[in-house]
């Protein structure tokens, strides 16, 4: 049976607003599951995953979006996504030589 997705993303909306954001992300993931290559919906997941106080979680859905766009030669987008990593973990700057 295939996702409602706009019933997904109205739960999610309505617990973004409700700040319940960990929550939205979990709902977010089903549409992911469905397209995992929707990087929109990755830096989205990544957003809310950041703002609920989950950085490594975070961290994982941005590397994901910076490897993409640096295999596609994307560079100035994939050095956008890197500096958002490091906004949330300063240290992140170890294995990306």
Do not use: C, T
């Not at 549409?31 to 809310?48: A, C, F, Q, T, V």
């Not at 975070?58 to 890197?82: D, T």
């Amino acid at each position: 049976m295939p996702l409602d997705r706009e019933k997904i993303n109205r739960n999610a909306e309505k617990l973004v607003r409700a700040g319940k954001l960990k929550d939205a992300a979990r709902e977010y993931s089903q549409l992911l599951k469905e397209s995992p290559n929707d990087l929109i919906l990755i830096n989205k997941i990544g957003d809310l995953l950041a703002r609920a106080g989950k950085p490594a979680e975070a961290v994982r859905h941005f590397e994901k979006i910076g490897e993409v766009y640096s295999q596609g030669g994307f560079f100035l987008k994939a050095i956008a996504l890197y500096q958002k990593i490091l906004k949330l973990v300063p240290h992140a700057s170890d294995h990306r030589e």
